[in-house]
């Protein structure tokens, strides 16, 4: 029984009567734990930590502190998929994260996160639909017809990057039959949709200082120096480990899952350079200026250093004061897991399961 929160005693002969109506013995009472978080597997649990918290507006809160606090949006596509992306903002102090299904519930964030979804264009179009679009474009205004330089980040992760471009191609229907979508124009890249799904993991560096507000790395106006798009090389003299251009940068890490290829338009500003085994690339597209920034990278938010990093700069183009907690989200994962085998330890007859396991259940 999961998540029982009183005596096992209270339960009596259930156990052995469960046993002589089933045949089945029960293998112990797993208690309700306060505070274990895991991973959840799929958008159903979402949904219901959302029904949890009476509607719409929350799904969960970081601890606060004595700095100003990071209030940050996740849009809840119909089809969102991936959307563990954010959980390691919770290890953060003062950083809130809302999921929110309408405009209205939008406020005035300093983040607004566009994740990742099953169905790109028609997560889009939805999007659309609910007056988003609109929203966006008031949030981000400075009253004269341009963006104002204290307006919202933008991030969009995988298809959430994709809806930032110009256009999303899909000629062979492998995710809808829309065949060609407008994006929003936020950021110059077009994505073609591919009938293999491209699954990797992936490392490299940012490129943009720690010190400045997502400024690209180096400062000099246009592109990095021999960078032609997202996904393509670039010289043999940018070196993406030990060169001291780039000791400024942070390290990050993630992993790619997805049919869409983007391509980088000319005005394009590679976010990462990735030194993976697969060839010195860049990945993801920033434009600083205006606080838009994606990539197709899942996971990103889970180093520790980048995740730091990219708050800064957002508490900085906000003008907040903030500083990142200085805990290890991966060590703060494993802690829970460890709780949850001490708790299968402490409550379950764990050889009767492993029989289970290795020798299936019989008759």
Not at 2 to 22: C, I, M, Q, V, Y
Not at 98 to 111: A, E, M
Not at 126 to 132: I, M
Request: net charge negative; with cysteine.
């Amino acid at each position: 029984i999961n998540k029982f929160r009183g005596d096992p005693a209270l339960l009596g002969d259930a156990l052995s009567d469960l046993e002589r109506r089933t045949g089945r013995p029960t293998l112990g009472v797993l208690p309700f734990a306060e505070g274990l978080t895991l991973d959840a597997e799929d958008s159903l649990a979402l949904a219901l930590a959302q029904g949890a918290r009476h509607g719409t507006g929350t799904a969960t809160s970081a601890r606060s502190s004595d700095r100003d606090p990071l209030d940050i949006v996740v849009i809840r596509f119909p089809h969102i998929s991936n959307f563990t992306d954010v959980d390691a903002l919770a290890v953060e102090p003062g950083a809130s994260v809302r999921f929110v299904d309408s405009p209205g519930s939008l406020g005035r964030p300093d983040l607004v996160v566009l994740p990742g979804t099953k169905s790109t264009a028609e997560d889009l179009a939805w999007f659309r639909s609910r007056g988003f679009e609109e929203a966006l474009t008031d949030l981000r205004g400075d009253g004269f017809g341009g963006i104002s330089s204290e307006s919202p980040m933008i991030l969009g992760i995988c298809g959430g990057y994709q809806m930032l471009g110009e256009l999303i191609e899909d000629p062979g229907a492998i995710e809808s039959r829309t065949g060609v979508v407008t994006g929003l124009g936020l950021l110059d890249l077009r994505t073609v949709y591919l009938v293999d799904k491209r699954t990797r993991q992936r490392r490299g560096r940012t490129t943009w200082r720690q010190s400045s507000l997502l400024r690209p790395y180096p400062s000099a106006p246009g592109r990095v120096p021999g960078a032609t798009g997202a996904g393509t090389s670039f010289q043999p003299d940018w070196e993406l480990e030990g060169s001291p251009r780039q000791t400024p940068s942070v390290p990050i890490s993630g992993y790619e899952i997805h049919h869409g290829r983007t391509h980088a338009g000319p005005s394009a500003v590679p976010w990462f350079l990735m030194g993976d085994g697969r060839g010195n690339r860049t990945e993801g597209i920033i434009d600083d200026r205006n606080g838009v920034c994606g990539s197709s990278l899942h996971g990103l938010l889970e180093g520790d250093e980048f995740r730091g990093t990219l708050l800064g700069a957002v508490a900085e183009r906000r003008g907040k004061r903030w500083a990142p907690s200085g805990v290890s989200f991966a060590r703060a994962r494993q802690g829970q897991i460890d709780q949850l085998a001490d708790l299968c330890q402490e409550n379950l007859d764990l050889e009767a399961l492993w029989r289970l396991v290795t020798e299936g259940g019989g008759t």
